[in-house]
């Protein structure tokens, strides 16, 4: 695992446990983005559903492309069923997560407090009022 064949040479013909864990995985973050699309469809805050849906989206595309590269390690794809795609999907999904993380807590407060502040004084306006 800490030398380079590891990585880039093509895996055997069987599955291994840590490709079956790695799907289950995967699966499981389909299911949690699916979650999150319900919980998304039933928040009413636009920011938090903001939030929300990049999370969701998170979620989803990695559990998407990690099921993908479990079926091109299933069919004993070359160039595509490499081990060295999981590398690159795992510093995707950390620097996808950061970004997240980032809008979370340094914008998402100010986000919100501005839609709430314009919620609260918008019922002071009339209707015809252009903002």
């Not at 093509?10 to 973050?29: N, R």
């Amino acid at each position: 695992m800490f030398n380079l064949d590891f990585w880039f040479q093509q895996p055997g013909v069987t599955l291994g446990v840590e490709d079956k864990i790695l799907f289950i995985v995967f699966a499981g973050m389909i299911v949690l983005g699916a979650i999150f699309i319900l919980w998304t469809h039933f928040n009413k805050h636009q920011v938090v559903k903001k939030l929300l849906g990049r999370v969701r989206n998170l979620f989803v595309w990695v559990g998407l492309v990690g099921v993908l590269w479990f079926v091109m390690r299933y069919e004993n794809v070359p160039m595509l069923g490499k081990r060295f795609w999981f590398l690159v999907f795992a510093l995707w999904w950390v620097i996808w997560a950061g970004f997240i993380a980032w809008y979370g807590f340094t914008r998402f407060r100010k986000d919100k407090k501005d839609v709430d502040w314009k919620k609260l004084n918008s019922k002071y306006l009339p209707d015809n009022y252009i903002k």
